[in-house]
């Protein structure tokens, strides 16, 4: 029988619950914690603290705290990114994040989903799905983007919006929910 850790994993159902979780949770709590509240004087301390709660950092890649995530491990911030303040990336799932993108002030990455049935939200199941984004995307301030979604290469997503479903690469989109307005 798999740990409901490796069911999260896999992306089946899972409860978030039992030691592995926990550990999780705690590890990135901590981290993020250290990440957040580090001093603007020591740079270094700040990115080896964002290197030890990510899954990958690349290079000359920039986050302003705070930053606020479930795990950390499955964010992969590709090279030259920028990462505003009050980022929110719930990564249940894997979250992929290209080169060169820029992303605004309060955007939230959601991965994770609830079921729609209330005996088995109430039961305190949970899903996921990833989200990847492009190289060389924007997401404006205040954008949200939900479990599943891919925004494709060259892309920008105007602020507020609500990314819902997969935008292709070359577009603006806005709105809630987003849909392509002009195309690059």
Known sequence: MSSMRER?????????EGPEIMADLDRAARLAERFN????????????????????????TWVR??????????????????????AVFLDVARITIG??????????????????????????????APITIGDNVWLGGGVIVLAGVTIGANTVVGAGALVTRDLPPNVVAVGSPAAPVRTL
Request: with cysteine; proline share 8%.
């Open 8 to 16: 999260m994993l896999a992306g089946e159902a899972y409860i978030a």
């Open 37 to 60: 509240t580090s001093s603007a004087a020591d740079p270094e301390g700040r990115l080896a603290a964002l290197r030890e709660l990510l899954g990958a950092v690349g290079e000359d």
């Open 65 to 86: 705290p705070p930053f606020h995530c479930d795990y950390g491990y499955q964010i992969h911030l590709g090279p030259r990114c920028f990462v505003n303040f009050n």
């Open 99 to 128: 080169a060169d993108v820029q992303i605004g002030p309060n955007v939230q990455l959601l991965t994770a989903t609830h079921p729609v049935e209330p005996e088995a939200r109430r039961a305190k199941w949970e899903g996921s």
